[in-house]
């Protein structure tokens, strides 16, 4: 197998990483669960506010109104659609809701040659997961309404501190479904889904092969020459 690599795509602008910090700080102290915060967020605070002059710092209460953000808001869209001849209706439906049966999983990593993991990491792994995007194929057959056949063809998966990092995993489309920008389509959804929750730092780790196929995302491999540090178990 050949080794991954990894790739990201960074918010490169020092004052919204600044800016950043501080918002996580005062998230923080919003919760009231740990004092001991509260100087240093006042501190980010005034060089937020540029009022860090002659080596004094004017603290600057937080405002009191903001609000804890929420996770990603669950959605459903049809990609693609197709109407056959006899009635039947075909259609290719992305959501984010975290609607995935480990099993089909388990048979999709399959048909994409991926190792098998056990099920219960698998469902760990995706009720972890900041968000989860899926490919469904959705069969509508004339004179059954109501009665669908749905089928997974497409995942992936993305974890994150909720504030400035995040990480996209196991993305993968059934080979059958493969050349037709489904891969493209579900993983730039996601890459907008984490930017507007302000999340500017995005990486994933990719095979050799697929590593083009990432760069035309806007990805980039050993982005000013940062290097992904792998540590395994030796036994």
Request: net charge neutral; glycine share 6%.
């Amino acid at each position: 197998m050949s080794t991954p690599i990894g790739l990201t795509i960074k918010d490169k602008t020092r004052n919204q990483k600044i800016c950043l910090l501080a918002t996580w700080l005062r998230r923080l102290l919003s919760t009231r669960k740990i004092k001991g915060f509260r100087l240093m967020a006042n501190f980010w605070e005034s060089i937020r506010s540029g009022i860090l002059k002659n080596n004094a710092i004017q603290i600057v209460e937080p405002a009191s109104t903001l609000q804890e953000e929420e996770d990603p808001v669950p959605e459903e869209f049809v990609l693609v659609e197709k109407s056959h001849p006899d009635g039947e209706v075909q259609q290719i439906i992305f959501s984010s809701g975290g609607d995935v049966d480990v099993y089909e999983l388990q048979a999709l990593c399959d048909k994409v040659g991926w190792p098998r993991r056990p099920l219960s990491k698998l469902a760990t792994a995706l009720q972890n997961s900041y968000m989860v995007a899926a490919l469904h194929l959705v069969r509508k057959l004339p004179d059954q309404e109501g009665n669908e056949e749905k089928k997974l063809i497409g995942m992936a998966r993305a974890t994150s501190d909720h504030a400035f990092n995040a990480t996209i995993w196991d993305v993968l489309v059934d080979p059958s479904y493969q050349g037709q920008g489904l891969g493209k389509a579900m993983v730039e959804k996601m890459i907008r889904t984490l930017l507007q929750r302000d999340i500017g730092n995005i990486t994933l780790f990719a095979d050799s092969k697929v590593v083009e196929f990432y760069q035309n995302l806007g990805f980039e491999p050993d982005p000013e020459g940062i290097k992904g540090m792998f540590w395994y178990p030796r036994y």
